[in-house]
């Protein structure tokens, strides 16, 4: 789905130019669900906005969906973004004049849908989230953690293909974390694929791989054990009997 080559980005700005991103080579797969993790500053704000097309790299290559973006104009690039990418951003970035309804709504407008089909996207998104009974308030009279449901709702009301994910748990405490970080799971093993960018090891737990940043490059990838034998079934099965075996001899010793 995704495919970067060499990207590089650097902001230039009268002082000093700042290398953001340094040869990045990275491949995200449909279906997949991965975070990016490294310390402030070490691009990945960066790369997220390059791959949800918000922003564009300096030099190198990036394809998404089998197109190559640099190819595309500024409104083709608008197009695509719009019927494909959702976003979750770390402080929910909802719209403070517009109701919970009003602000999943918004992206269906941009995309020119009918009212009625407008109303059933809506209705289900703010369902998905369990946030309908909220419907007519406003951002600020919610919690953080209900914004954030309100947020994913408006990512996913248009059906994306991908949602990008920068810091969505950064701003919540635990307990909201975890229902943003199932929400995330479900719309992922609903088929969506999501790249999130993360401080926390129990949230990229929640994904199949991990990609670490540093100085703007890519340091290491790693697959997360849970997930290999989440997505291999004869190796769960015999972790289950080894752990049977294990616990049986003491159970009778138990007994006796
Ligand atoms: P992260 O999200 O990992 O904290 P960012 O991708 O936001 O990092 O930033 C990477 C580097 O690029 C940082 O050194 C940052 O200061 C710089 N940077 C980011 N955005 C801009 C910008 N608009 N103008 C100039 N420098 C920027
Ligand atoms: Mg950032």
């Known amino acids: 789905m995704i495919k970067t080559v060499n990207l590089n980005k650097t902001y230039t700005t009268e002082e000093v130019e700042t290398t953001a991103l340094n040869n990045v080579n990275l491949e995200i797969k449909e279906g997949e669900f991965i975070s990016i993790m490294g310390p402030s500053g070490c691009g990945k704000s960066t790369l997220l906005n390059i791959i ?6 300096t030099s190198g290559e990036f394809y998404f969906m089998g ?7 500024e409104r083709q690039r608008a197009q ?6 959702g976003f979750v951003f770390q402080s929910f970035n909802l719209i403070d004049e517009l109701t919970v309804y009003e602000n999943v709504e918004l992206p269906l407008l941009y995309l020119g849908m009918g009212s009625d089909e407008r109303k059933a996207r809506v209705s289900a998104a703010l369902e998905s989230v369990q946030i309908v009974h909220r419907s007519g308030h406003f951002p ?5 953690g209900q914004q954030q449901r309100v947020a994913i709702a408006r ?14 748990t950064g701003n919540l405490d635990s307990t909201h974390g975890e229902e943003v970080m199932n929400l995330l799971t479900q719309m992922n093993e609903a088929g969506t694929t999501i790249a999130m960018v993360t ?6 737990e929640y994904s199949q791989r991990v990609i670490h940043l540093f100085d703007g490059h890519i340091v290491t990838e790693n697959f ?6 989440h997505s291999d079934k004869a190796e769960e099965e015999t ?3 080894a752990v049977v075996e294990a616990e049986a001899p003491s159970e009778t010793e138990a007994d006796a």
Do not use: C, F, W
């Not at 949800?52 to 790299?57: E, F, K, R, V, Y």
């Not at 197109?67 to 104009?73: D, R």
């Not at 695509?80 to 990418?85: A, D, F, Y």
């Open 199 to 204: 401080h926390s090891p129990a949230d990229a």
């Open 239 to 241: 972790a289950v009997e």
């Open 155 to 168: 990512a996913v009301v248009a059906g994306p293909k991908l949602i990008l994910a920068d810091e969505p």
């Open 140 to 144: 600020q009279q919610l919690s953080g």
């Open 224 to 229: 997360i054990q849970s997930h290999y034998i």
């Open 67 to 73: 197109t190559e973006i640099s190819k595309l104009n």
């Open 52 to 57: 949800g097309l918000l922003d564009n790299p």
């Open 80 to 85: 695509m973004r719009k019927g494909n990418i």
